[in-house]
C-alpha cells in the first residue's frame, strides 16, 4: 500500500508543477501585453504642444491660443476686485450670524 501511496503523491507534485508552469507561463505573457499596452497608451497621450495641420496652401500652421486685449485684462482685473470686495462683506455678514461654513461628516 505504502508504494501505491508514493505513486499518487509524485502524481499529484506533477499535476501541481505542471499547474505552476501553466500559470507562470500566462503570467509572463500578460506582463508582456500589460507593457505593451502602456507603451500605445504613453504615445497616445497628448501633449501640450500644439497640433500642426496644412491649411488649403498646404503650409503647416500651429494652433495658438490668441492673447486677451489689454482693456480686456482691465475689465476682468476690475470684475474679480468688486467680486471680491463684494465676497468680503458677505462673509462678514455671515460671521456675525454665527453659522459655520464647516461641515463634519
Not at 500652421?61 to 476686485?81: K, L, Q
Amino acid at each position: 500500500m505504502s508504494n501505491n501511496r508514493v505513486e499518487q503523491l509524485e502524481s499529484t507534485v506533477a499535476e501541481l508543477e505542471s499547474t505552476v508552469e501553466g500559470l507562470t507561463d500566462e503570467l509572463i505573457e500578460a506582463k508582456e501585453r500589460i507593457r505593451v499596452l502602456e507603451a500605445e497608451l504613453d504615445t497616445e497621450t497628448p501633449t501640450r504642444v500644439p497640433e500642426r495641420r496644412q491649411n488649403e496652401t498646404g503650409t503647416t500652421e500651429i494652433d495658438e491660443t490668441p492673447e486677451a486685449a489689454p482693456e480686456e485684462v482691465e475689465e476682468a482685473t476690475a470684475d474679480a476686485d468688486t467680486d471680491a470686495a463684494e465676497d468680503a462683506q458677505s462673509g462678514d455678514e455671515a460671521e456675525d450670524s454665527g453659522s459655520d461654513d464647516i461641515i463634519v461628516a
